[in-house]
Structure formats: C-alpha cells, structure tokens
C-alpha cells in the first residue's frame, strides 16, 4: 500500500459528538469540514500504476478561483469562495454555507511528473491527474 501525505485536513472523526443530540449547533456538526475558520474541501484520491487522482468538489467557484502549484514533492490546491452579498430580509435567519480560503497539500510517496499533470474542472468538480515518474512505476522483469 502507498503512503500518501495530506496536509490541511486532520481527521479526528467525521462527527466529534457522537451520539449527535437534538439541538447541537450546526457549526459543531461542520468543524470537522473547517480548520481554523478556513473551508476545507473534502478530497478522493485514487492511485493505480499510471497515476494519483485527485477529485473535490467546489461549488460556486471559477477555474480562475482555484491555484494548483507543485512545488518540491508537494501537490497545494488553493483558492477562495467568496460570499455574496448577504441579504437583509426580516425572514432571513441563518447562513449555513461555508465560505473562505482553502488549501490542501498532498505529497506521495512515489515521484508524479508535474509536466505531464492535467486539470479539468467542470460542473463545480476539479479533477487533477499526475502521472507518476518512469522510475516509480512497477517493473515487471519476464523470466527466461
């Protein structure tokens, strides 16, 4: 099994109160989903022989809203979701979506040839392809 680094994210359970009690604040049911005030996308990552996958979801954002940077073994995936104008109508009562910067950094265990990444963000989900090194693809060595 490969060895993937994440950073940004530090999974301490998806719900820290369990059992949930009627009337928990939807804030404490969402801190696993922010860190320190900052949106926090969840993310799949896939490997096979060829390449890692990354796949997030983000609502609301532009292509131009979101920086992915390689940068010495690590993968950083940044960006910003803006609020929009907030709306002062008397039955107004809560705003539940999140809202702010985010950064998720992955390094992995073996090599990726950043030349060769592809992005493709489509429909609110951004999908990030990295091919792994010749060099830390599996050899297969036929007998003689």
Do not use: C
């Amino acid at each position: 099994m490969t060895k993937i680094e994440l950073r940004g994210w530090e999974p301490t359970g998806l719900f820290p109160h369990t059992p949930i009690a009627f009337g928990h604040r939807f804030e404490d049911l969402m801190a696993p989903f922010t860190k320190e005030g900052m949106l926090v996308p969840p993310m799949d990552v896939k490997e096979d022989d060829e390449a890692y996958t990354l796949v997030t979801e983000l609502p609301g954002l532009t292509k131009n809203e979101i920086t992915i940077a390689f940068e010495a073994g690590v993968v950083r995936i940044t960006g910003e979701k803006k609020q929009e104008a907030e709306e002062k109508k008397p039955n107004f009562h809560r705003l539940e979506r999140r809202y702010g910067r985010f950064s998720r950094e992955f390094r992995f265990e073996h090599p990726v040839d950043a030349d060769k990444a592809e992005a493709t963000f489509k429909r609110g989900i951004l999908k990030i392809v990295l091919p792994k090194t010749e060099a830390s693809k599996p050899k297969i060595l036929k007998l003689k």
